[in-house]
């Protein structure tokens, strides 16, 4: 048969499947939007309101506005906005994706506890994070996430998170580097060395010294691909399914880096688990007998690469969680000194010596500046969630926003804790006023007021960050007669996995004790 005779049989063929194909897809299309309106309506669900934009299908105007803000450090505070002007609850496009956004605490509650299942962290933050972090707790779900969270939830006890040893040599290689001479330095540079330093030694057993002025080159090295790693992440978050097309040589070698310097020391811990009780005890004494919390999660025939995961998820979480909250303290108190005046009043109470664990505990304005902190500046200000199946939110939907919402399987849900820490109908007409003094009035705001999350996926280092922070924060106005602010610039942020101050935190110490 001549080519052109092929051609003219094979045509109609290919034309009749291309409609066959066609027309199944669109019943199929037709049958799933049928049941996804009848589930639904038979919940009650109202129409949840979608902001406007151009750009429906794929968002990218959304994304290009967002990402404007965000070089300016204003994205948390243009994401407050929206949710004063549109409601509590509602909907955007943004990179192929539909997002249902919401600061309501009755909806992230839902989310957190009561409808737990019906939600994970989804394939974009799980793949996002997965060249750094690995399959770790942070961005693992199901079987591998509670392996994990098991893994994990033993090794911050009272016992490890209250010994102070760890806090106070690292606290005094910080004052020996930090200038007393009444001269501007960036107290978020150092606290960010510091917690480095404390993590690696609490979680890996050895002090990688970046406080130190002849640290090694192979910590100079770790430290700066830890930085590069973890600023990377949010990126591959945010471009979802296409973050598959980013290569970025840079962000490679870090992930590298990174992992080349953790696996000889989990290695090493692996080897002594194997070691006899005798062969322990003498090595235990031979490093100080010092709590390693690498040393309490190797258990028999461990996988060293999930514990390598394991300790680097917590590593970083621990860092910049606590790097963020002690340098928010800072810089928002130095700009307040009869708040100031109020702290040092309950620190001299320990006439220099070194505050004790349930000294620290008891502290109640230091834990209530604290609190105020992390309410106006949480370091984790916002997460999200992708339905696993066909679900609701409690509230949002209808005219009125009091309806339950109709959440799609692979639908994502961003519950901004920034925002909802701002809320005037849960705080008050100040909510947006730094103000210690409200948390003695006993306050319950539930799942409005979650700078660590909520529910089974709580953060299990919230004692140790708290506890560390008050610590630091209390042995820095011991040491130093004055602490003040040499920045009068508002807050704009810097996001990567946590929140940081995009301009740094200027501050000046003198009168060294």
Known sequence: MAPL????????????????????LMATKILTVRRERLFAKNRGCGKLKMRPQWDRLFGIDFFFTVMKKRAK?????????????????????????????????????????????????GESRSKGGQQMLGHGILNSDGEAWERGRAMLRP?????QVGDFDLFESNFQRLI??????????????????????????????????????????????????????????PARFRLGKFAKFYYDTRYNKACDIVHNYIEPIVKKAVERSKLSSAEKAADLEKRGDKYVFLDSIIQKDCDEIEV???????????RDTISSLMSSCIWKCTRYPEIMTKLRREVDLFEGRTPTYQEIKDMKYMNHMIKEVLRLYPPVPYNARVATKDTTLP????????????????????????STHRRRDIWGDDADAFKPERWEQHIRPGFGYLPFNGGPRICPGQPFALVEAAYVLTRLLQTYSVIESRDSSPYKEKLALTFSHRDAVLVAFGGKA
């Open 5 to 24: 005779q092929k051609v003219m049989a094979t045509y109609p063929l290919a034309t009749i499947f291309a409609g066959l194909l066609f027309s199944y």
């Open 73 to 121: 450090g204003q994205s948390l505070a243009y994401f407050n906005e929206m949710f004063q002007e549109i409601g509590p609850t509602f909907g955007i496009v943004m990179m192929g994706f539909t997002l249902t956004m919401t600061n309501e605490p009755e909806n992230i509650q839902a989310i957190l506890t009561k409808q737990f299942p019906d939600f994970e962290i």
């Open 155 to 159: 090794s911050f006890v009272k016992s």
């Open 176 to 233: 020996d580097v930090v200038p007393a001479d009444g001269s501007t330095v960036d107290i978020q540079e150092f606290l960010s060395r510091f917690t480095l330093d404390v993590g690696t030694e609490y979680f890996l057993g050895e002090n990688c010294n970046m406080l130190q002025p002849n640290a090694s080159e192979h910590c100079k090295q770790f430290a700066w691909a830890f930085n590069v790693g973890l600023e990377g992440i």
């Open 308 to 318: 390598r995961d394991q300790v680097l998820n917590v590593l970083s979480a621990a």
């Open 395 to 418: 509230t949002g939907g209808g005219p009125d926003g009091k309806s339950p919402v109709f959440i799609k399987k692979g639908d994502r849900v961003v519950y901004q804790i920034f």
